[in-house]
Each structure stands twice: as structure tokens, then as C-alpha cells.
């Protein structure tokens, strides 16, 4: 009777090990769930770090975002979204954008404000309220309305703009010199006519 019983507990044991074994298994060949890292940037008139809502509900700086979430910012803060190696945007205050993403890519449903893309690995897909869809690299924004200029540019395009002002005045000013230098027939007085007197006497 003894031999039975042992063998029925041993029988039991194994089939409680296999199964432990197998669940676990599908468990870990299951899709895993891609998050994000909010980071919430600004303050309120108290000094105090401000809020921003994802899916409705307040969250502050270390939320983690998942895919197909809407996050929202007031008009005190700004918010970045982290996701790892699919990489980093920035949603401006008064910003509303519905973002979805895995380790392949970023895109976004754009309702208002503005988004920058702080770096990606791809394109971001940013749909805007007039239903198009603007593709947008590392350093390139958008709004409701299209694609937004980018002020690097307009910062570039102001100091070439200074750069040949002063190149103008400087080209101006030896030009007026050589003229100077060579309509006075060559005679060139520097100096007064007064008379030298030598150290040595």
C-alpha cells in the first residue's frame, strides 16, 4: 500500500512540475508591452512641480505610458514621452496628442498644441487636425496645422544676414582707403612741417 501511495505523490508531483513549466513558458513567449517614461517639466504660481493628465487621470514625473495613451498638458507644463530605442518627443503646454508606439517606431494622433521630436530611430507619423499625416525627424515639430518651421534655420539664416552686412562695411571701408590712397597723386603727407630738432648737439 506504502509503494502505491508514493508512487501516486511522485506521479502528482511531476504533473504539477510540468505544468508550473509549461504556463511559464507561454508566459514568457507572449508580446511583451512596450512602455514609456514621462517626464513632466515647469511650475506652478506655488513653485510646486504641475501635473499633466494621461487618460484622464493626473501624472506626475516616472509614470509609465504605454501605447495608445492621450496625454495632456496645461498651459504651466510641458511633457517628454521617453520610449527607449523608439525614442523621445516633447509635447509643448496646452498640447493634447493620442501617441502609439512600439520598438519599431513613434506616430501620433495630433488634437492641439504642439509636438517636437526629440530623437527616434525612424520617422514619426504626427496626424494633424486636417486629417494629414507629417512625417517628422530628430529636431523637427508639428502642430495642428502642418509641420512648423524650425528656428534653427531662421537663427542660421539671421547671422549669414549679419555676415555680409559687415563683410559690406569692411569691403566699403578698404575700398575707400585704396581710392583715397591713389587719387591724391601719390603725394601722401603724414605728418607736420615743423622743425626736427635732433638729440644730439
Not at 11 to 39: D, F, Q, R
Not at 63 to 82: K, M
Not at 103 to 119: A, F, P, Q, R, W
Request: charged fraction near 15%.
Amino acid at each position: 500500500m506504502n509503494s502505491k501511495l508514493w508512487i501516486h505523490r511522485a506521479l502528482s508531483m511531476c504533473l504539477v512540475v510540468a505544468m508550473i513549466a509549461t504556463y511559464s513558458m507561454v508566459a514568457l513567449a507572449g508580446s511583451e508591452k512596450v512602455a514609456g517614461e514621462l517626464i513632466v517639466t515647469g511650475k506652478t504660481v506655488n513653485g510646486e512641480t504641475p501635473v499633466v493628465t494621461v487618460n484622464g487621470e493626473t501624472a506626475k514625473t516616472g509614470r509609465s505610458v504605454f501605447s495608445s495613451s492621450t496625454i495632456a498638458t496645461p498651459d504651466n507644463a510641458s511633457a517628454i514621452i521617453n520610449m527607449g530605442r523608439a525614442g523621445k518627443i516633447e509635447l509643448a503646454p496646452n498640447t493634447t496628442l493620442t501617441v502609439t508606439f512600439s520598438e519599431k517606431g513613434i506616430s501620433g494622433d495630433l488634437l492641439s498644441g504642439k509636438v517636437t521630436v526629440l530623437g527616434a530611430s525612424n520617422n514619426v507619423g504626427i496626424k494633424t487636425a486636417d486629417g494629414n499625416i507629417v512625417e517628422l525627424t530628430a529636431g523637427e515639430s508639428a502642430t495642428t496645422a502642418g509641420k512648423a518651421a524650425q528656428q534653427d534655420d531662421d537663427d542660421d539664416d539671421k547671422g549669414g544676414g549679419a555676415w555680409w552686412a559687415w563683410a559690406l562695411v569692411f569691403g566699403g571701408a578698404a575700398a575707400g582707403i585704396v581710392w583715397a590712397a591713389t587719387s591724391s597723386d601719390n603725394n601722401i603727407a603724414l605728418g607736420g612741417s615743423g622743425t626736427v630738432v635732433s638729440p644730439n648737439r
